[in-house]
């Protein structure tokens, strides 16, 4: 993620084929679906991220299961 909350594109090469043989995974449906799902809904998982911190900050719930319920958000964003 950058600054600006998108998702930056990244390649890695194919194997046993060197530098002429990169594999660019942006040209795979799945990648390109992700990626629009996380920068669709990266404000949204930002304040309920926000508001999970602040819950434990105010009750104390035990911080393994805020960090737990944050990666569950992600995971989940734009999903019903």
């Not at 990244?10 to 992700?34: F, V």
């Not at 602040?54 to 964003?77: P, T």
Request: hydrophobic residues 30%.
């Amino acid at each position: 993620m950058t600054d600006s909350g998108e998702c930056r594109r990244a390649t890695r090469p194919a194997q046993g084929s060197g530098e002429a043989g990169l594999n660019k995974i942006e040209h795979l449906t799945s990648y390109r679906r992700g990626l629009e799902r996380i920068n669709g809904n990266w404000s949204a998982f930002l304040a309920k991220r926000e508001s999970r911190l602040e819950q434990q900050r105010r009750h104390g719930i035990a911080a393994e299961r805020v960090a737990e319920n944050i990666i569950e958000d992600l995971f989940r964003a734009g999903r019903t």
